[in-house]
């Protein structure tokens, strides 16, 4: 009987032949049948793809940012990332953002996710990511809601800040993962969007008085839960004493605050590294301090309960948004696309598989 060992050729072999993924595009309409009504499992997805990242069981460089000299306000963003655990796949999100598209009445952000098979490298799905980025940012949202009001009084009056899609899929997640509110603030630069959120609002049920604020302070100090869902460029909230009620702040744009609120608060961040940079405000407030001890931890602290949130402070949750996240939800959906057997496979798209011809 040979006790011979391997050899590292031999080990470096795969148990199971490799061979090209076929290729397939999933389009919006198969993205959202997948995901609507499924909040909750999407939540538990998005905190156990945290819980990887901050394990280390994934890469995530910094994202790319696209910009133009002769279109200043627009820019399209590319977000590499790989993640491993069970979901074991690379890939990229190429989303743009023109908001100029508003006024022509087309949505401002539009997107494509690329999977890369794990073990080959190939692409093996193109899919409509919009939905995608706008559900796993909801998702971190409504995880971080949750999670950082363990240990205070749970909100009940909640305010918008910024009504557009993101809002929309935002207060999705909240009534889908049970979130309910006595008062439901909004408050937008453009009035004909706080009416449409208001009638999306009273069209999807929700309970509780919906109030349409004039100005900022108005929604901002007669609210517990705050969301800022803009898409403002550099801080254009700058009173310190609007937050002296020491409300959670969803801060998923980025930009709102001014470096003395978020001095002002105690900040939890998704990532440090991604989100001290690009001119949001955690980032402001760097460069103000020359220091980053203003943070107090990363949501995956919260989770595994390594940071401690007191309660005498404003709380501001800054998640810059991380590409594992897209490929986590982007993968679900492709696995529900492929277990219905619906998937759309374009044959043949990779055509040269002979080395030699």
């Not at 401002?108 to 692409?123: F, K, Q």
């Not at 700058?238 to 609007?242: K, L, M, P, Q, T």
């Not at 005498?312 to 991380?322: A, H, I, K, Q, T």
């Given at each position: ?8 050729r ?7 032949p ?87 009445g087309?949505p ?17 799905a193109?899919?409509e ?34 009504t ?9 997640f909240l ?5 309910s ?5 909004v ?18 049920g ?23 869902a ?7 909230v ?5 937050f ?56 995956d ?10 309660d ?11 590409g ?33 011809g």
């Open positions: 009987m040979s006790t011979a060992r391997p050899t590292a031999e080990s470096a072999m795969p148990s199971e490799i061979s090209v993924p076929p290729f397939a595009v999933i389009p919006g309409a198969q993205v959202q049948q997948v995901l609507r009504g499924r909040e909750k499992q999407v939540v538990e997805l998005v905190e156990e793809t945290y819980r990887l990242h901050g394990a280390g069981d994934s890469v995530n460089p910094p994202s790319y940012f696209l910009r133009f000299p002769d279109r200043p306000s627009s820019r399209i963003i590319a977000l590499p990332a790989s993640i491993g655990g069970q979901v074991r796949v690379d890939g990229l999100k190429w989303i743009s953002s023109f908001p100029g598209n508003v006024a022509a087309i401002r952000a539009s997107a494509v996710l690329i999977l890369n098979d794990h073990d080959t490298g190939y692409p093996f193109c899919l990511s919009s939905i995608i980025s706008a559900t796993r940012t909801a998702a971190s949202a409504a995880l971080a809601a949750d999670a950082l009001s363990r240990h205070r009084q749970r909100p009940t009056r909640v305010g918008f800040f910024g557009g899609l993101i809002a929309r899929y935002i207060h999705t009534a889908g993962t049970g979130w509110f006595d008062e439901i603030g408050h937008d630069l453009s009035p004909d969007s706080a009416a449409g959120f208001r009638g999306y609002l009273e069209q999807s929700a309970p509780g008085r919906i109030t349409v604020h004039d100005g900022a302070e108005q929604l901002i100090r007669s609210s517990d839960l705050v969301v800022f803009t898409i403002a460029g550099q801080p254009h700058h009173d310190v004493s609007w002296q009620h020491n409300p959670l702040v969803l801060h998923v744009s980025l930009r709102d605050l001014a470096p003395e609120i978020v001095l002002a608060s105690t900040n939890i961040v998704d990532d440090v590294e991604h989100c001290l940079q690009a001119d949001t405000s955690p980032h402001l407030a760097e460069q103000r301090t020359g220091a980053r001890d203003f943070l107090n931890g990363t949501l602290d919260v989770l595994a309960g390594r940071v401690r949130l007191p005498d402070r404003p709380l501001v949750f800054s998640p810059f948004g991380l594992v996240l897209d490929l986590a939800v982007g993968k679900y959906v492709y696995d529900e696309v492929a277990r219905s057997g619906r998937l759309h496979v374009v044959e043949d798209f990779f055509h040269e598989l002979r080395r030699y």
